[in-house]
């Protein structure tokens, strides 16, 4: 596993040399842009529209637009002076909390952390604490020049960093549009809306989500690389003529209980067998 950061978590006087690698990983299936005529792939210049030319990277500098069409220009050597001074700072942890304290609209990306040299006791021993305390570190750390929050917490048997959005990156909920003040649901429906949640209720099993887009994608992709001839249908299902709140959720709670029969009524096979011996 790649490493991407070395550094040193550090809580109270304990240092602990680690290593971090990134914990997910983006499967997003790629597609490149051709010139239609000859499927040449179409490159995209940098040039100036002041002096009508292409420029290179030696050409550029980066800036901050403090108003419209006015720049602060910021030298390589003083962004990486910064960097420099950052960087050279151990992460240490400023505070333990719970989990459940924070909200996931604060959560970004996970990142995996492993003991570097002579780091193995100190790392097992914050793992343990944590998993003893029940409680998650909130740090601070540099990542790819950006200073970023960060929570320190166990997943499975590893310490894993995930970086969350400072509170001011969080937008408020105030300003977001036509959301209703007050809850105005007939008792009725209320009432139904909860059954359904209740038979739609089941633990958390990740591998039974998949991305069927990608899937169905990728497989166009080795199909006509096999040059088999692909037919798309464009028929989308028809949403069944349900125009009624209270309708629509009777009609939801219906197929949710007769799905979960179903599924009861299909027991696997191996304890089928097991009945069959018992009676004979």
């Known amino acids: 596993m790649h490493t991407m950061w070395k550094g040193t978590i550090s809580f109270g006087l304990v240092n602990i040399p680690v290593k971090m690698h990134a914990a997910t990983e983006n499967k997003d299936i ?20 002041n002096c009508d030319k292409e420029v290179n990277n030696d050409d550029i500098v980066k800036a901050y637009e403090y108003a419209k069409n006015k720049f602060v220009v910021l030298d390589d050597e003083e962004l990486e002076n910064l960097k420099k001074e950052q960087n050279d700072k151990a992460v240490e942890i400023m505070d333990f909390v719970k989990l459940d304290e924070i909200d996931p609209i604060y959560f970004e990306k996970s990142y995996y952390l492993s003991p570097n040299d002579g780091g193995a006791k100190s790392y097992s021993l914050l793992r343990s604490a944590l998993e003893e305390t029940g409680k998650i570190g909130i740090a601070k750390m540099m990542i790819r020049s950006k200073e970023q929050l960060a929570v320190i917490r166990i997943y499975e048997n590893t310490l894993v960093v995930e970086t969350i959005h400072y509170p001011d990156e969080v937008r408020d909920v105030k300003d977001v549009p036509n959301v209703p003040a007050e809850d105005t649901n007939a008792e009725k429906e209320l009432e139904t809306a909860k059954m359904l949640i209740d038979q739609l209720s089941a633990s958390f099993e990740p591998d039974k989500y998949q991305d069927e887009y990608r899937t169905a994608l990728m497989e166009l992709i080795e199909a006509k690389k096999e040059g088999e001839e692909v037919t798309t249908s464009t028929e989308q299902p028809k949403p069944d003529n349900v125009t009624n709140l209270m309708d629509a959720l009777e009609e939801s709670l219906n197929r949710a209980q007769k799905d979960k029969k179903g599924k009861t009524k299909r027991k696997p096979a191996a304890q089928t067998k097991e009945k069959k011996k018992v009676a004979k």
Request: glycine residues 0%; contains cysteine; charged residues 40%.
């Open 30 to 49: 790629k597609l490149r842009n051709l010139h239609k005529e000859c499927k040449t792939p179409i490159k995209y210049e940098k040039t100036c529209p």
